[in-house]
């Protein structure tokens, strides 16, 4: 088999929120989306000082897309109108299904307020299809103990299985449409492959270190953006690195997105605002 060939590589957009240092390799103006990959922020590296405010995600409305969010560092209390509460901590993931509307918050814990330390946390928005946007909201919260590993390469590298299943590992999570998702760490010099259908979009991101994939060098905060040629990924970490690899079929659908909601038309955009406004999105008792 051939080695997948790349596109482009591209670097993240630097973008702030309060004191959050936060970088976004897509969208950006070089690249919108990788269907049915739709968002990425990458909050951090970062030590917050003791009495800090933490993280700056109060209530927000979300329909018609998931988020998936990796914890590395610190942590995120998640609260949201479905009756869904947890604190997440480093190495864990939070999965919520935003379906046919919910309000949450994300926010750091008290203790971590009070403390401070490091912090960096990424959230990617997945996509659903039409038939799957009015889903009842879900929302799936695990500790890294929690969540499926497994290593290759002599121990050199360790993947956490969160969809999908690779090496017989099964993943952590059930998603709302065939998915594969991992977080990769990767010793200096540890390597894989990986075979991935040909009609399979990849989304690659380097969260940490520098790696070479399929030949190029590609440091960190750098998202890899694939052809659909060839099916092999090679990867080689030139130091200690992460990696976010997920892969699914395209929807080839009309993305239509604005602030929280991700529909396929404007008609159902102005809907989504229209139930929020009546309360259909559930209440927030703070």
Known sequence: MDLRKIK???????RPIADLITYSPMPTRSLDMIDPFL?????GFQKYPQNNHGLPFGPHPHRGMETVTFILEGDIMHKDSSGHESVIEAGGVQYMTAGKGLIHAEVSSSEFKKNGGDLEI?????????SKKMLSPKYVGLQKEEIPSFDLNEGNVTVQQLFGEWNGVKGAFEGNFPISMSTIYLKNGGSFEKDIPENENIFFYIVRGKIKVNGEEV???HLVEFANQGEVLKVEASEDSVVILGHALPFNEPVVAQGPFVMNTEDEIREAYRDYQRGLFGTWDG
């Open 8 to 14: 482009k590589v591209h670097g993240s957009e630097y």
């Open 219 to 221: 440091p960190f905060r």
């Open 39 to 43: 968002f990425l922020n990458h909050h």
């Open 122 to 130: 990424l959230q990617l928005w997945l996509n659903l299809p039409a």
